[in-house]
């Protein structure tokens, strides 16, 4: 068994079943994929795999032809890619929320497959006009909200803007959701800069 891995492949000389399982409970066995491949090689590619559940994978290899006394050796290769998730500030209120302040040097940080949400925030002592600079590595693979709240962790109100560039704000407090196009579906991940500037109006 395994707690954690990407793609993989297999090799083999003969006819078997691949079958990956997650333990969902203890003794309790979900299927997540299953291959079978013929003499030759096959794989199960871009399978997405949470590593922060604490669960356990299991790898069955089955000789489909085992009750004709056929069998089959094989060698199975696993690779994959980690993501680094950040689960700590995932929704508003969360003690793991950064602040972001102007003149400060942009957040990096990251969102997609097992951390589909980043939250932030700022506050203004006055109105001013503001600007959200949001750099992503992987373009369109994230989005960004803007929201405003009467006192901070309180209740937030969305507002509607598409352009976050001469933003002319009331003085109080706001949030800043940033969150994978696919909502974490794994297909759109990106790492990102955050930056806030700020003029008094």
């Known amino acids: 068994n395994f707690t954690i891995s990407g793609a993989g492949g297999v090799s083999l000389e003969n006819t078997v079943r691949l079958t990956i399982y997650e333990e969902v409970k203890p003794n309790k066995l979900k299927k997540l994929k299953s291959i079978t491949v013929k003499s030759g090689t096959g794989s199960i590619d871009d399978l997405l795999l949470y590593g922060n559940h604490g669960n356990a994978y299991y790898l069955q290899v089955e000789a489909t032809g085992y009750k004709k006394a056929q069998n089959a050796a094989y060698e199975i290769d696993i690779t994959g890619e980690v993501f680094e998730t950040n689960n700590t500030d995932d929704n508003w209120g969360d003690a793991g929320i950064q602040e972001l302040v102007a003149g ?63 933003l002319d704000l009331a003085a109080g407090y706001y949030a800043v959701q940033i969150f994978s196009s696919d909502m974490g579906k794994g297909k759109k991940n990106t790492g990102y800069d955050l930056d806030l500037n700020i003029a008094v109006a």
């Open 104 to 166: 400060d040097p942009a957040i990096s940080d990251w969102v997609g497959f097992g951390d589909a949400v980043d939250w932030f925030k700022f506050s203004l002592d006055a109105d001013a006009i503001c600007n959200l600079d949001l750099q992503l590595d992987v373009a369109g693979a994230a989005k960004m909200t803007l929201y405003s709240s009467d006192s901070l962790y309180s209740q937030v109100s969305k507002l509607g803007f598409t352009r976050f560039n001469d």
